[in-house]
T-cell receptor, first 114, second 114 residues
Framework: DTGVSQDPRHKITKRGQNVTFRCDPI?????LYWYRQTLGQGPEFLTY????????KSRLLSDRFSAERPKGSFSTLEIQRTEQGDSAMYLC????????????FGNGTRLTVT | AQSVSQHNHHVILSEAASLELGCNYS??????LFWYVQYPGQHLQLLLK??????LVKGIKGFEAEFIKSKFSFNLRKPSVQWSDTAEYFC????????????FGAGTRLAVHP
């Protein structure tokens, strides 16, 4: 179990720029999730993939956000025209296909928008 | 909307003190319940989980939690905390029929003083 890997660990960007984060899930896990965590809050669900299909998106995911998982393996989360309110920790998690299986989280990407 | 409430945002204890962290959820259907822990600088890790059966579940590092269905609660306990338990603790639920999507509480930050 090599764990869920996220890249980069930290990203500082200026308002208005686009950023892209990558997540590599545990290899045999077909479910992949993106969450966002701000200070003093628990992680908030953003979106979910089963294999390459994006099956659910939160209302938190505005039109500036897009996520992909093209081959059902790694995933990317892109934020266009970043705003200061996008500053947060972006977490990726994966789980196997069985219902109720725990999610395994990566270390996250901390985004700071200046 | 479904939600998870954690009663204490910050808890400060001395080593060897007993710990109980409250968690309540609002959902009338079947749930799977989890406690995750996040040590400083590390990723979220599963502490314990409840799916069905014995409502008293034991997790890693001497933690346990009790599911009380009538109270919609899943409180976390440890009889004697250690300095190494200093971390943030998150209660989370997966709703039946969902995509294994975890809904988190806001977290409780625990500081244990030697």
């Amino acid at each position: 179990d090599t764990g869920v890997s996220q890249d980069p660990r930290h990203k500082i960007t200026k308002r208005g720029q686009n950023v892209t984060f990558r997540c590599d899930p545990i290899s045999e896990h077909n479910r992949l999730y993106w969450y966002r965590q701000t200070l003093g809050q628990g992680p908030e669900f953003l979106t979910y993939f089963q294999n390459e299909a994006q099956l659910e998106k939160s209302r938190l995911l505005s039109d500036r956000f897009s996520a992909e998982r093209p081959k059902g393996s790694f995933s990317t989360l892109e934020i266009q025209r970043t705003e200061q309110g996008d500053s947060a920790m972006y977490l990726c998690a994966s789980s196997p296909g069985q219902g109720g299986s725990p999610l395994h989280f990566g270390n996250g990407t901390r985004l700071t928008v200046t | 909307a479904q939600s998870v409430s954690q009663h204490n945002h910050h808890v400060i204890l001395s080593e060897a003190a007993s710990l109980e962290l409250g968690c309540n959820y609002s959902y009338g259907g079947t749930v799977n319940l989890f406690w995750y822990v996040q040590y400083p600088g590390q990723h979220l890790q599963l502490l314990l989980k409840y799916f069905s059966g014995d409502p008293l579940v034991k997790g890693i590092k001497g933690f346990e939690a009790e599911f009380i269905k009538s109270k919609f609660s899943f409180n976390l306990r440890k009889p004697s905390v250690q300095w190494s338990d200093t971390a943030e603790y998150f209660c989370a639920v997966i709703l039946s029929g969902g995509y294994n999507k975890l809904i988190f509480g806001a977290g409780t930050r625990l500081a244990v003083h030697p």
